[in-house]
């Protein structure tokens, strides 16, 4: 049960203490010490549940999806952004490329992928037999419009990125010199089932999910057509509403809080074993609760309460590490919509490097997550996580806890003490905000905790709006670039494909910190470039651009976590492994 394979926007809470439903569809030690952590941690916990009973006819399951906020409800994978809404339609939410549990794009889903690189073409062959859930077949239009919404500027889709616009024609579309997207054809009409794409150069992760060049659902244009561009995000058709082809269709919804499924009586593939699924939404603060009571089939854990929720009757734990970790970002920029890309303010608060690098030294996430995460967190050294393995950069070390270090850097810059606290280097009084999500019990003191470090080193840390900031307002700040936001603590559910084009680059929307440098562009190029075919290249690619971005500290990775999920045995076929599905899931006894 793993979601589709894109970026996503994750609560804090999740990433940090819990992960949740989001990855399922679907002086403290340095990295060696938390790489050790993790891999010990890992071994307790299967992938799969054990249960391999056969499931019975009309079976029904629950699920919680733990948060302390109510999810959007954009249910279009090209508009939506939040981990919680794809967490609520994984269910129906499927991808058009099946893959296996490497991530590599094989044949036998919705539609097939055909490469030629020498042509620079990309050929999707629909499966004839794939129909939405009101019985209309899916075809070639249907992908093509998931296209027209990412690049048609009035949806304002955060997903128009770089990686897409190497399409051809597609800039002439968002630009409005053209009603269709010139490099997107479909050689048997509208109607049919080949969709051929032209690219102005092939990249090296094209054959794996989540590479970000292809887009990987479609949307039901014969749905959607007569909503304008500019009113589809707030739709009935999308948040309502919503057709989908894979083994569950919605059939009832209670906006922010719960959804249920039934099966899709038009799915093409294996049938669903399941009468009605419900997820809903559960507060952190009950969530133990929850488990230990068995109000659901499948909860996530909090790492926060595993000691407590371990003891829950008729359970079984599965777990893994997801790809996904949380970080600080530093605001240096603002986006410029005209331009389509982040504009650096060099005299922004903190644009000094040392400030950043200071702060990232002054942070103990090994003693934090040691004390409030039952060592189920750890602290990462780099923005590439070491499930990538062979672009995992160890020499890279990260940010450890290091007063004494933190202090002689703001020494450097000219921060000096005056009292408690540094002035700038104006002599100016220096207040810097920090943004950061509510989440559960121990968010609060862990973020409490790192502010009373930065007191250590002379910088006053003061929380914006003076409180955590829930889900969705924490993001709306951010990606709108609040004034009152000096730095931020934010977390990513990664794509399957490493390359971090879509969320670092001048002209990814998802780059909140809004740096820009002429030598991040080259190095992220090179990760993307026909010389990164090369796998040894590529390698080293990734490797430079992690020591340019540990070095210059626009973004700090701070933590993983192992996600744990609490399952009723009575769940049969519920996995995490990447090939899993919806459609396999069922339950062997009806209570």
Same mark, same amino acid.
């Given at each position: ?453 930065? +007191? ?83 390698? +080293? ?51």
């Amino acid at each position: 049960m793993v979601s589709k394979r894109k970026k996503w926007l994750m609560p804090i809470a999740t990433a940090a203490v819990a992960m949740t439903l989001a990855g399922c569809s679907s002086n403290g030690g340095g990295s060696d010490s938390s790489s050790k952590q993790a891999e010990t941690t890992n071994k307790q916990f299967p992938v799969s549940v054990s249960n391999k009973s056969k499931p019975v006819e009309g079976g029904t399951l629950s699920l919680a999806m733990v948060s302390d906020t109510p999810f959007t409800g954009i249910f279009n994978s090209a508009l939506a952004t939040s981990a919680n809404d794809s967490s609520v339609s994984q269910f129906g939410d499927e991808s058009l490329f099946k893959y296996d549990d490497n991530y590599k794009i094989v044949d036998g889903g919705a539609a097939n992928l055909k490469l030629n690189v020498d042509a620079k073409t990309a050929t999707i062959t629909i499966n004839p037999n794939v129909k939405w859930s009101d019985g209309q077949p899916l075809t070639a239009k249907d992908v093509v419009y998931s296209y027209k919404i990412i690049a048609n500027p009035a949806t304002k889709s955060s997903r128009y990125t770089e990686s897409l616009q190497g399409i051809e024609g597609i800039t002439d579309y968002n630009a409005g010199k053209s009603d269709q997207i010139s490099g997107i054809t479909t050689p048997n009409g509208e109607d049919g089932n080949e969709v051929v794409i032209k690219f102005k150069e092939m990249k090296p992760g094209m054959t794996q999910s989540g590479n970000g060049y292809l887009w990987e659902t479609a949307s039901p244009e014969h749905q959607l057509k007569d909503v304008p561009f500019d009113k589809l995000v707030s739709s009935d058709q999308v948040r309502k509403t919503p057709l989908y082809y894979g083994p569950y269709k919605l059939s009832n919804l209670v906006a922010g809080q719960s959804a249920e499924w039934v099966p899709n009586e038009y799915y093409y593939g294996e049938k669903p074993k399941l009468s009605k699924i419900t997820i809903s939404v559960v507060s952190p603060s009950n969530a133990t609760q929850a488990a230990l009571s068995n109000t659901y089939d499948i909860i996530g854990v909090q790492n926060s309460a595993w000691k407590e929720v371990q003891s829950a009757p008729n359970t079984e734990f599965i777990g893994k590490i997801p790809l996904s970790y949380s970080y600080l970002g530093f605001k240096v920029g603002k986006w410029d919509a005209e331009k389509g890309e982040s504009v650096m303010n060099t005299n922004s608060k903190m644009s000094d490097q040392k400030l950043r690098q200071a702060i990232g030294y002054a942070m103990n996430v090994d003693q934090a997550y040691e004390k409030f995460m039952n060592g189920l967190s750890f602290r990462i050294p780099t923005l590439i996580p070491e499930q990538f393995e062979q672009y995992f950069n160890k020499d890279v070390k990260g940010y450890d806890f290091n007063l004494d270090k933190a202090n002689q850097l703001l020494d450097e810059a000219g921060y000096k003490k005056e009292g408690d606290y540094r002035v700038d280097k104006n002599g100016q009084p220096l207040v810097i905000k920090l943004a950061a999500m509510s989440g559960s019990a121990v968010q609060e003191p862990i973020i409490q905790n790192y502010i009373q470090q930065w +007191k250590k080193i002379g910088l006053n840390v003061q929380l914006t709006s003076g409180r955590l900031i829930e889900f969705n307002s924490f993001y709306d700040k951010i990606q709108n670039d609040d004034p009152d936001v000096d730095m931020f603590m934010a977390a990513w559910s990664l794509s399957s494909e490493p390359s971090p084009n879509d969320i670092y680059n001048r002209k990814a929307p998802f780059n909140f910190s809004r740096f820009v440098s002429d030598e991040q562009d080259k190095l992220l190029a090179d990760i993307d470039s026909q010389d990164s075919f090369n796998a040894e290249h590529r390698q +080293k690619a990734f490797f430079k651009w992690q020591e340019w971005m540990n070095d210059n500290a626009y973004v700090i990775p701070i933590a993983n976590s192992y996600g744990i999920t609490a399952v009723n045995k009575r769940v049969v076929g519920y996995s995490k492994l990447p090939s899993s599905s919806w459609a396999s899931v069922g339950v062997s006894e009806n209570k």
